[in-house]
C-alpha cells in the first residue's frame, strides 16, 4: 500500500510517499480501506520536529489520527464491525485498566495516547474504536470530526455550556476554535471570536459566529469583549497570554477549558481573581467515543455540517501541511487517499 509519510522532520518538505507491507489485522483488530483522514496540529508539530513522541529514529513515520473509510477484514475476537462497513474513528487509545479508565471518563487514562497511521490506503485499528457511519454522512464530512469537533464538543460540555450563555473563542478560525462555534450555535450559546484575519472572521461568522474581534493583542481584545459582555465560558485552544486573557473576561463563577500550547506552553493566573471570582480553569484532552457518537448523530440528522476547507489526494499530502502551516484555511484539511 500507499503512505504519505515524515521522512524528515523539517516541515511539509519531509513529506513522502512511500510504499509500505499491507497490515492484516490482528486479535481484536480491523483494517480500514482509508477513504478519508483529516490532519492537525498535533501533526504538524511532529512533522516540524516540535513533538518528544517522534525523532529521526523513529522515521518515516505515518501520522492520521482522524480516520474514516471501509472495514476491509477484521481479526479474531471482533464485534460491532464487520467487512464492508462505512466506519469512523475515535483515534484514543487507553490502557483500560487504570483507575481512570474504570471511573471514566475514557480520556482522563493515565496512560493516554493517540492513534497514528492514518495517512495510507490502509490502515489498522482498534476495532472496538469504530464506530459505524449512517448512509448519509459522508467519510469526508466524519473524518472531520474525531480531533476538532470531538475536542470542542468535550470542552463545551465541561464548561456546561446551554442555551443563552456566552463563550468566550480565542483563536476562532482555527480547528477547534470553527468546531466551537457551531457547535456552541446548536447549543443555544453565542460567541465571541477573535483572529489575526478579518477574511477569515467573516467566513466563520457565516458558520454562526455572533461577535467577531479582529485583534491579536490581549489588552485591545479584552476591551473589546467587555464592550460585548462578560462570558460565561472560554474555550481556550491557544494557551500562553490568552489563558490570563480568558481570566480576566470571564464573569464571575465562569469556567475557562485549556486544551492546546499554540501561543505557548506556559501562561499565569491571577490567583486572587481565581479564588475571590470563584472562577474555574480546567485542563481537557481530545473528548470521549460517546461524544463522538453524538457528533455522527447531529451530521446524520443536518444539525452539524463540519467545515471542509479543502480535500487533498494522498500524493498532495505535503501540500495540505502548507496550507496548514500558513493559517490560510477556515475549516479542516482532509486528505483522502
Same mark, same amino acid.
Given at each position: 500500500?500507499?503512505?504519505?509519510?515524515?521522512?524528515?522532520?523539517?516541515?511539509?518538505?519531509?513529506?513522502?510517499?512511500?510504499?509500505?507491507?499491507?497490515?492484516?489485522?490482528?486479535?481484536?483488530?480491523?483494517?480500514?480501506?482509508?477513504?478519508?483522514?483529516?490532519?492537525?496540529?498535533?501533526?504538524?508539530?511532529?512533522?516540524?520536529?516540535?513533538? /518528544?513522541? !517522534?525523532?529521526?529514529?523513529? +522515521?518515516? @513515520? =505515518?501520522? %492520521?489520527?482522524?480516520?474514516?473509510?471501509? &472495514?476491509?477484514? #477484521?481479526?479474531?475476537?471482533?464485534?460491532?464491525?464487520?467487512?464492508?462497513?462505512?466506519?469512523?474513528?475515535?483515534?484514543?487509545?487507553?490502557?483500560?485498566?487504570?483507575?481512570?479508565?474504570?471511573?471514566?471518563?475514557?480520556?482522563?487514562?493515565?496512560?493516554?495516547?493517540?492513534?497514528?497511521?492514518?495517512?495510507?490506503?490502509?490502515?489498522?485499528?482498534?476495532?472496538?474504536?469504530?464506530?459505524?457511519?449512517?448512509?448519509?454522512?459522508?467519510?469526508?464530512?466524519?473524518?472531520?470530526?474525531?480531533?476538532?469537533?470531538?475536542?470542542?464538543?468535550?470542552?463545551?460540555?465541561? /464548561?456546561? !455550556?446551554?442555551?443563552?450563555? +456566552?463563550? @468566550? =473563542?480565542? %483563536?476562532?478560525?482555527?480547528?477547534?476554535? &470553527?468546531?466551537? #462555534?457551531?457547535?456552541?450555535?446548536?447549543?443555544?450559546?453565542?460567541?465571541?471570536?477573535?483572529?489575526?484575519?478579518?477574511?477569515?472572521?467573516?467566513?466563520?461568522?457565516?458558520?454562526?459566529?455572533?461577535?467577531?474581534?479582529?485583534?491579536?493583542?490581549?489588552?485591545?481584545?479584552?476591551?473589546?469583549?467587555?464592550?460585548?459582555?462578560?462570558?460565561?465560558?472560554?474555550?481556550?485552544?491557544?494557551?500562553?497570554?490568552?489563558?490570563?486573557?480568558?481570566?480576566?473576561?470571564?464573569?464571575?463563577?465562569?469556567?475557562?477549558?485549556?486544551?492546546?500550547?499554540?501561543?505557548?506552553?506556559?501562561?499565569?493566573?491571577?490567583?486572587?481573581?481565581? @479564588?475571590?471570582?470563584?472562577?474555574?480553569?480546567?485542563?481537557?484532552?481530545?473528548?470521549?467515543?460517546?461524544?463522538?457518537?453524538?457528533?455522527?448523530?447531529?451530521?446524520?440528522?443536518?444539525?452539524?455540517?463540519?467545515?471542509?476547507?479543502?480535500?487533498?489526494?494522498?500524493?498532495?499530502?505535503?501540500?495540505?501541511?502548507?496550507?496548514?502551516?500558513?493559517?490560510?484555511?477556515?475549516?479542516?484539511?482532509?486528505?483522502?487517499?
Amino acid at each position: 500500500m500507499r503512505a504519505a509519510a515524515f521522512t524528515d522532520l523539517i516541515g511539509p518538505d519531509g513529506v513522502s510517499v512511500i510504499d509500505q507491507p499491507d497490515p492484516e489485522p490482528g486479535p481484536g483488530e480491523a483494517t480500514v480501506d482509508v477513504s478519508a483522514c483529516a490532519i492537525n496540529r498535533h501533526d504538524l508539530w511532529i512533522l516540524e520536529g516540535d513533538s /518528544a513522541m !517522534v525523532d529521526g529514529d523513529t +522515521l518515516p @513515520f =505515518v501520522t %492520521g489520527l482522524d480516520v474514516a473509510g471501509v &472495514v476491509e477484514a #477484521v481479526g479474531n475476537d471482533v464485534s460491532g464491525v464487520e467487512p464492508g462497513d462505512r466506519v469512523v474513528l475515535c483515534p484514543n487509545q487507553t490502557c483500560g485498566t487504570c483507575r481512570f479508565c474504570s471511573e471514566g471518563p475514557e480520556n482522563t487514562c493515565e496512560r493516554f495516547s493517540l492513534y497514528h497511521g492514518g495517512l495510507a490506503e490502509t490502515a489498522r485499528v482498534q476495532a472496538d474504536r469504530l464506530l459505524v457511519l449512517p448512509d448519509d454522512v459522508s467519510a469526508t464530512a466524519a473524518a472531520a470530526l474525531p480531533t476538532a469537533y470531538m475536542t470542542a464538543f468535550h470542552m463545551l460540555r465541561r /464548561a456546561a !455550556v446551554g442555551p443563552g450563555d +456566552l463563550v @468566550f =473563542v480565542p %483563536g476562532a478560525t482555527g480547528g477547534v476554535g &470553527v468546531a466551537t #462555534v457551531q457547535l456552541a450555535a446548536i447549543l443555544g450559546a453565542r460567541t465571541i471570536g477573535t483572529s489575526s484575519s478579518a477574511e477569515k472572521l467573516d467566513r466563520v461568522r457565516n458558520l454562526g459566529l455572533d461577535h467577531s474581534i479582529h485583534a491579536t493583542d490581549p489588552e485591545e481584545i479584552r476591551a473589546q469583549v467587555a464592550d460585548i459582555g462578560h462570558p460565561d465560558a472560554v474555550i481556550n485552544h491557544l494557551g500562553g497570554e490568552y489563558t490570563r486573557l480568558g481570566q480576566q473576561v470571564m464573569r464571575r463563577g465562569g469556567t475557562m477549558v485549556v486544551c492546546g500550547r499554540t501561543a505557548g506552553t506556559e501562561s499565569t493566573i491571577d490567583v486572587p481573581d481565581l @479564588f475571590l471570582g470563584h472562577k474555574r480553569v480546567v485542563g481537557s484532552t481530545m473528548g470521549t467515543q460517546d461524544d463522538l457518537r453524538r457528533l455522527v448523530e447531529l451530521t446524520a440528522a443536518g444539525t452539524l455540517e463540519p467545515a471542509i476547507d479543502r480535500t487533498f489526494a494522498l500524493e498532495e499530502t505535503d501540500e495540505a501541511f502548507a496550507t496548514m502551516q500558513d493559517r490560510e484555511s477556515v475549516g479542516k484539511l482532509v486528505v483522502e487517499p
